[in-house]
């Protein structure tokens, strides 16, 4: 499984952005995918997953109702689109697949991460 995040930027606080990452391989095996980001001098965090099969989701407390994953099954991508941006979002931010239990009990893939900066 390959998984490649693109999507990263700058932009000024309350501005948007949408991350993709695009997987390749066996992803008739996925069980959750989603997105991880890590700032600077702080542990890694999950903010959003989707479930493969039945879209259900998750978010973070500190992205909710900012913050919207999707998938597009037939390019096998996910997205995150990133709505009214906070100077404490500016993370690397890393999208990630888990098979068989859900991506916070446990990732098996890991994406390169793509950089988010958000100015004030």
């Known amino acids: 499984v390959q998984l490649q995040a693109s999507g990263g930027g700058s932009v000024q606080a309350g501005g948007s952005l949408r991350l993709s990452c695009a997987a390749s391989?066996?992803?008739?095996?996925?069980?959750?995918m989603g997105w991880f980001r890590q700032a600077p001098g702080k542990e890694r965090e999950l903010i959003a997953a989707?479930?493969?099969?039945?879209?259900?989701?998750y978010y973070a407390d500190s992205v909710k109702g900012r913050f919207t994953i999707s998938r597009d099954n037939a390019r096998n991508t996910m997205y995150l689109q990133m709505y009214s941006l906070k100077p404490e979002d500016t993370a690397d931010y890393y999208c990630?697949?888990?098979?068989?239990?859900?991506?916070?009990?446990?990732?098996?893939?890991w994406g390169k991460g793509t950089q988010v900066t958000v100015s004030s």
């Open positions: 990630a697949v888990s098979n068989g239990r859900p991506l916070r009990n446990g990732v098996d893939y």
């Open positions: 391989g066996r992803t008739f095996s996925f069980y959750s």
């Open positions: 989707i479930n493969w099969n039945d879209y259900s989701t």
